[in-house]
Nanobody, 125 residues
Framework: QVQLVESGGGLVQAGGSLRLSCAASGRTFNMYTMGWFRQAPGKEREFVATITGSGSTYLADSVKGRFTISRDNDKNTVYLQMNSLKPEDTAVYYC???????????????????WGQGTQVTVSS
């Protein structure tokens, strides 16, 4: 019983901000590596950001300087703060988790075994 639920997506104008949340339930996730991916229609799922159980973060080059990933272990929630949004950020955003060593950074979708349902982010120009 491992469940992830994303929320916070919506429609925003270019240059705006959104904060996505990924709430975990069913078991303890506070030491798991978590990741954010996105998928636009007709495209493969793309890595966005990851945070390890120890708190180390890594972001895709396309979002560095604009997005921030963080986690609140007490709330079993991972966040993706998205600033300076661009139309090319439009996609369904998914969170995912995998139980690995606390310092392990995962950037490939197939490395994650548990996924949320996704939340739509649409950025208008």
């Amino acid at each position: 019983q491992v469940q992830l639920v994303e929320s916070g997506g919506g429609l925003v104008q270019a240059g705006g901000s959104l904060r996505l949340s990924c709430a975990a339930s069913g078991r303890t996730f506070n030491m798991y590596t978590m990741g954010w991916f996105r998928q636009a229609p007709g495209k493969e799922r793309e890595f966005v950001a990851t945070i390890t159980g120890s708190g180390s973060t890594y972001l895709a080059d396309s979002v560095k300087g604009r997005f921030t990933i963080s986690r609140d272990n007490d709330k079993n929630t991972v966040y993706l703060q998205m600033n300076s949004l661009k139309p090319e950020d439009t996609a369904v955003y998914y969170c995912a988790t995998e139980r690995v060593a606390t310092y392990t950074i995962l950037v490939v979708a197939t490395q994650y075994s548990v996924w949320g349902q996704g939340t739509q982010v649409t950025v208008s120009s």
